[in-house]
């Protein structure tokens, strides 16, 4: 999956963590854990070409989920903080999304040897080009910008205006609605080999499903969220 897919993803998991703890530091926090293997990884390999030759390797293994859920607990026991916890789930629903276990040799390093080498094109350009052709991509990060948007605008500020609740609650089912019709796609698309290598939006139909999930199920979580209050990114 790409950026935006996964930075809507720690969105998601944050709001939920939020629901449960009133913590607002939890959305961030998750977004940063869902966006840290990919910002671990691509740098090193554009850093290190020579040494680290794939854009999935040390955040990306069962090794590091491990590391930072230990970490995790350590916080957790000391300070009695889930902000460890939420910061290392969603590393591992990172790798869950990428569907690392098919690539075994990453996922378990380094119990079968070093990572394999994937040459690397095109450099940051390429991904740019990738998160740009990629329509999918626009959705999601339509969404996140709404989420991020809409949790900030609930409540005025000085000098500032304020959408009114009904026009945020038109945007949100928009959002969602979109949401839902872009998951429906994406789904059909994955499930149907042909479509699938016709329209390449993501490396496989099983990474294309994946997205699909993702979609509709932020479809479902903004048409069941009342409102986005904006207590959470204050």
Not at 8 to 37: E, I, M, Q, Y
Not at 76 to 95: E, K, M, N, P
Request: charge should be neutral; aromatic fraction near 12%.
């Amino acid at each position: 999956m790409y950026l935006f897919a996964h930075l809507f993803t720690g969105l998601l998991v944050g709001l939920g963590f939020f629901s449960l703890c009133n913590d607002r530091r939890l959305v961030p926090v998750c977004v940063a854990g869902s966006l840290f293997p990919d910002l671990l990884d691509k740098t090193l390999v554009f850093l290190i070409p020579g040494l680290i030759g794939s854009t999935r390797t040390i955040g990306h293994t069962l090794l590091f989920a491990g590391v930072t859920a230990l970490a995790a607990l350590i916080v957790w026991h000391r300070y009695r903080s889930i902000i460890g916890i939420a910061f290392a789930g969603t590393v591992l629903v990172h790798q869950l999304l990428d569907l690392m276990w098919t690539q075994p040799v990453t996922w378990f390093f380094p119990l079968h040897g070093m990572f394999p080498f994937v040459p690397v094109t095109g450099g940051f350009l390429q991904f740019l080009v990738m998160e740009l052709t990629n329509p999918s991509e626009w959705v999601f990060g339509l969404a996140s910008a709404f989420i991020v948007l809409g949790g900030c605008a609930g409540l005025p500020g000085p000098g500032s205006s304020s959408l009114s609740g009904r026009s945020t609650a038109i945007m949100q089912y928009g959002v969602a609605c979109l949401l839902g019709i872009t998951g429906a796609w994406l789904i059909m698309t994955g499930m149907d080999p042909v479509s699938a290598t016709g329209t390449v939006l993501y490396a496989g139909p099983d990474k294309t499903l994946v997205a699909g999930v993702v979609a509709l199920s932020g479809a479902i979580v903004l048409f069941l969220v009342p409102s986005l209050k904006r207590q959470v990114f204050l």
